[in-house]
């Protein structure tokens, strides 16, 4: 059985690729991250307030923005695997749950974590318990 923990770890982005194929067919987030990710988006939607409207239907570049809420998702964005590792995960409400932080939501719609998404071809391709969800983040991002 394979199973992958997501959790406070940088994957090496030379290897990001790697992984671009590797599907596992469990894939558990613990406590600890959504925590994590439960707290910065708490910070974008407190520290500045002005950036953490959501952004609906197009995507933008944060390489000049200087704020702390673009540090934080510039670092999300950095984390080879996220938003696949998000779209993995096997307990559903989890899954949404992660999703409905104002963190994942910018980290979506940053034109740099789409654009580093080559592993959604490979997905859609794999079975469809898997390729269904591909077509669940981009109605997501519709």
Known sequence: R?????????????IQHEY?????????????CLFSLNIMSWAITNVEPESA??????????????????????EMISIPCFIKTVLLITDLDIQYRVMNFV???RVAYCMESVK???WLRKLIKSERRFARRVVNYFEYLS
């Open 53 to 74: 409207a959501v952004m609906t239907g197009s995507t933008r570049s944060i390489a000049a923005d200087k704020s702390v809420s673009s540090i934080l998702v510039k």
């Open 2 to 14: 394979n199973v992958s923990v997501f959790n406070n770890f940088h994957f090496y982005e030379e």
């Open 20 to 32: 671009d194929d590797k599907f596992p067919e469990i894939v558990e987030i613990d406590e600890q």
């Open 116 to 118: 580093s998404s080559s």
């Open 103 to 105: 963190i994942f939501r």
